[in-house]
């Protein structure tokens, strides 16, 4: 095997024809990734806000509205938004922006069933002393449950966010010039070398991947930490 492409190449893996060109390759990658990281997160709150406190003709439509982004594939949602929206609604989508909020909208509709099961997790102890204490639902909501809910969340939220690590390559139907398709570039220039090219983007992708899955791990442990904190904080109280 022979890795001297990857070194010939290295700088246009890692930030494409930047600065002579668009950045490409890893860098937007990892601005894909937290871009749509973040989106997806705000999003998920909110709608699983909406879905843990809502109830009837209301929690019916918005379980119909995220269970159809759940169901779609990625790759149809970017192919949808970029080719059918100019022509829909006649205006021009960037590249990078749809694949962003294609991602976005996939992951929120992912993370708001995790925001409403933690949401539902709290004891609804929580609840009645928030009452008893004249604060209002939703001050409660913010207060008392929001802050509680979100130690049991953020393992899984830091999950979705390794899998739009892994989603962003994607984005090589619309030609976003992201790792997976500058490699496919340069592999196509040399022709002869596509176990080594691709060994290694896989290689960095399990990179991201597990430094984000450590970081899950790492939450995941504070999280019960805190848990356990608070139920020998609880046992001192009735003890006494």
Request: glycine content about 8%; charged content about 10%; hydrophobic content about 55%.
């Given at each position: ?59 019916t439509a918005l379980v119909i509205f995220l269970g159809f982004f ?95 690590v892994k989603d962003t390559s ?71």
């Amino acid at each position: 095997m022979n890795f001297s492409v990857i070194l010939d190449n290295l700088d246009y893996l890692l930030i494409g024809a930047w600065p002579d060109g668009p950045l490409g390759g890893l860098a937007l990658t990892l601005i894909l990734s937290v871009l749509s990281a973040i989106a997806s997160g705000v999003l998920g709150l909110i709608f699983g806000i909406a879905l843990a406190m809502s109830s009837g003709p209301v929690k019916t439509a918005l379980v119909i509205f995220l269970g159809f982004f759940r169901s779609i594939p990625i790759i149809m949602l970017i192919f949808w938004s970029y080719f059918l929206l100019p022509i829909l609604m006649r205006v021009s989508v960037p590249e990078v922006g749809t694949v962003v909020v294609a991602l976005s909208l996939v992951g929120g509709a992912y993370l708001a069933y995790t925001v409403a099961a933690g949401i539902e997790s709290v004891d609804a102890g929580q609840w009645n002393a928030g009452y008893a204490l004249g604060f209002g639902r939703w001050q409660i909501l913010a207060i008392v449950v929001l802050p509680q809910a979100l130690r049991v969340m953020a393992p899984s939220f830091v999950n979705q966010w390794a899998s739009l690590v892994k989603d962003t390559s994607l984005a090589y139907v619309i030609g976003v010039p992201e790792l997976s398709f500058v490699a496919t570039q340069v592999n196509n220039r040399a022709m002869i070398y596509p176990t080594e090219i691709f060994l290694f983007i896989g290689v960095v992708y399990w990179c991201l991947c597990a430094a984000i899955d450590r970081f899950a791990t790492w939450l995941s442990g504070r999280s019960g930490y805190s848990r356990n904190e608070a139920a020998s904080a609880k046992l001192k109280v009735s003890s006494t």
